[in-house]
């Protein structure tokens, strides 16, 4: 069973690197946008989107993936290697959380379970019961 740990996310905030910081997506900027976007997630650009796309870490292959945020439609993708993973938008958490759910044991032994999360840093987690919890094992896509 995969561990994790509870993190502050108030404490926990980096800083990913903006490739679009918040556009609003029209003719004029939709060549940067569709340069910007990773291909499996342009077809959901609508003109009118408010969108950003950051750099993220926590590849191994050695290059930045990318997470796309749609503010005006409280969603958000991230890119794998087996293709970009979907889900809700959490703004006050800055979280991207998934309709996965996930079972683990938190370091102090207790049982964690909720959605499938990636932080804007792209670390993979679990949301539950308000609280967000990195994985501490490794494991596809982490």
Same mark, same amino acid.
């Given at each position: !069973?995969?561990?994790?740990?509870?993190?502050?996310?108030?404490?926990?905030?980096?800083?990913?690197?903006?490739?679009?910081?918040?556009? *609003?997506? %029209?003719?004029?900027? #939709?060549? !940067? =946008?569709? +340069?910007? $976007?990773? #291909?499996?997630?342009?077809?959901?650009?609508?003109?009118?989107?408010?969108? *950003? $796309?950051?750099?993220?870490?926590?590849? *191994?292959?050695?290059? *930045? &993936?990318? !997470?796309?945020?749609?503010?005006?439609?409280?969603?958000?993708?991230?890119?794998?290697?087996?293709?970009? $993973?979907?889900?809700?938008?959490?703004?006050?958490? +800055?979280?991207?959380?998934?309709?996965?759910?996930? +079972?683990? &044991? #938190? $370091?102090?032994?207790?049982? =964690?379970?909720?959605?499938? #999360?990636?932080?804007?840093?792209?670390?993979?987690?679990?949301? %539950?019961?308000?609280?967000?919890?990195?994985?501490?094992? =490794? &494991?596809?896509?982490?």
């Amino acid at each position: !069973m995969l561990t994790c740990i509870r993190v502050d996310l108030s404490e926990y905030r980096g800083e990913p690197e903006a490739i679009i910081d918040y556009v *609003s997506v %029209s003719l004029h900027n #939709a060549r !940067m =946008v569709r +340069e910007s $976007v990773p #291909a499996d997630q342009l077809s959901q650009i609508e003109g009118g989107d408010d969108i *950003s $796309v950051y750099a993220v870490d926590g590849s *191994s292959a050695g290059r *930045s &993936r990318r !997470m796309t945020i749609w503010y005006n439609k409280e969603m958000a993708a991230i890119e794998t290697p087996e293709g970009s $993973v979907w889900g809700d938008w959490d703004e006050d958490e +800055e979280l991207l959380l998934t309709e996965e759910f996930e +079972e683990a &044991r #938190a $370091v102090d032994g207790s049982p =964690v379970n909720g959605r499938i #999360a990636y932080n804007l840093l792209g670390r993979r987690g679990i949301y %539950s019961s308000g609280g967000f919890y990195l994985f501490t094992d =490794v &494991r596809g896509d982490a």
